[in-house]
């Protein structure tokens, strides 16, 4: 049996070190004012680090690609929506390489996007489901590649690693997901064994990756730190995960546990319209165990078509009542996907329970 040189275990060894000393640094960044965003906050390492790993040595084979959901209730980041999935696959357009992507989308769908990410997350081009010449049935067929002789459906520039499928809903309950498969065009290579200098070079890349969520999300923080309490703002997309499909208005809520805020205001025209609660972490709360979104669909309106949402950590009777689930602060996101015109203004109070 060969063994690996030693100088590769060593190689092996310092970048695992180097990981592991990243997450000791980063642990100490959760050390905030907010005690259950503090805790919350180790919890998000450990889902970082667990995505950091898998979207760097796990599941990265571009030769033999399949879609994966990168969020759930379980691993969240840059303000997931619970009404969303996202699913995403490895891709490698380099030389002249290209991929088809087979689907079937079911009917009365809310909203399927696709769409190439390149380095960083640096956003490229996209597809709405308007767009994917689809048969009466739903079915699709993309050929994706930075080729433009090829005429691709999807064109590319070159240097994306990823193509991520989102699809939306309103009650997961009754609408069905979509299918997909995606497929390299060209010659696969042979399985080699694993390498331990390639698998030094993706723990680094792990590494990097780790620390880029964190300093973006506590940029986001102290970005919205800045931002008047209880007021509604306009913010860039790049402060979220970016696709330009969305808009956002985000609320940074101040209140305390005798407290209750009151949002007054009417639905934008958009394809699809929420409302979700975040911690510190750009994470939505537990949506397993509490009310924490109201979407367009869910949410009562009154013969005006206004809408009073009620934001507290007990129900009390209220309508649209949306739970902090324990924080006492926290991001209040108004999601819009492909939103006609602007938003419209929302009015917030807050008053005693």
């Not at 930075?146 to 994306?160: Q, R, T, V």
Request: charged share 25%; net charge negative; hydrophobic share 35%.
């Amino acid at each position: 049996m060969k063994k690996i040189k030693s100088e590769q275990n060593v190689i092996l060894t310092d970048s695992l070190n180097k990981l592991w000393q990243t997450a000791i640094k980063l642990e100490q960044s959760t050390n905030i004012p907010q005690e259950l965003d503090a805790v919350e906050g180790r919890r998000f390492l450990l889902r970082i680090l667990s995505a950091s790993v898998d979207s760097f040595v796990e599941y990265i084979d571009a030769n033999r690609p399949a879609f994966r959901h990168s969020e759930s209730a379980h691993r969240k980041m840059f303000g997931d929506c619970p009404d969303a999935d996202y699913l995403q696959a490895p891709i490698d357009l380099r030389d002249g390489r290209s991929y088809t992507v087979k689907g079937q989308i079911p009917k009365d769908t809310l909203y399927v996007g696709v769409m190439l990410y390149g380095r960083g997350g640096q956003m490229g081009n996209r597809l709405t489901d308007e767009e994917l010449n689809m048969d009466d049935e739903g079915n699709f067929e993309l050929l994706i590649s930075a080729d433009p002789k090829k005429n691709p459906d999807l064109l590319g520039e070159g240097d994306e690693p990823l193509i991520m499928v989102r699809q939306y809903y309103t009650d997961r309950k009754i609408q069905p997901a979509v299918t997909l498969e995606i497929e390299l065009m060209d010659d696969v290579p042979t399985l080699t064994p694993l390498d331990p200098s390639w698998l030094a070079k993706r723990i680094e890349l792990s590494r990097r990756m780790l620390g880029s969520i964190f300093a973006r999300t506590l940029d986001a923080y102290q970005r919205v730190a800045n931002f008047p309490e209880n007021t509604f703002v306009d913010v860039p997309v790049d402060l979220l995960f970016p696709t330009p499909d969305n808009s956002y208005r985000i609320c940074w809520y101040e209140l305390n546990h005798d407290q209750v805020i009151i949002v007054r205001g009417t639905l934008p025209k958009a394809r699809y319209f929420s409302f979700t609660l975040y911690n510190v972490w750009l994470e939505s709360y537990d949506y397993t165990q509490h009310p924490v979104i109201l979407n367009h669909k869910q949410i009562e309106l009154d013969e005006e078509g206004r809408f009073e949402i009620y934001v507290a950590g007990k129900k009390a009777g209220f309508a649209n009542w949306m739970d902090t689930a324990g924080h006492n602060s926290g991001y209040l996101v108004a999601r819009s996907l492909l939103l006609e015109g602007t938003h419209p203004k929302f009015e917030v109070q807050v008053i005693k329970s």
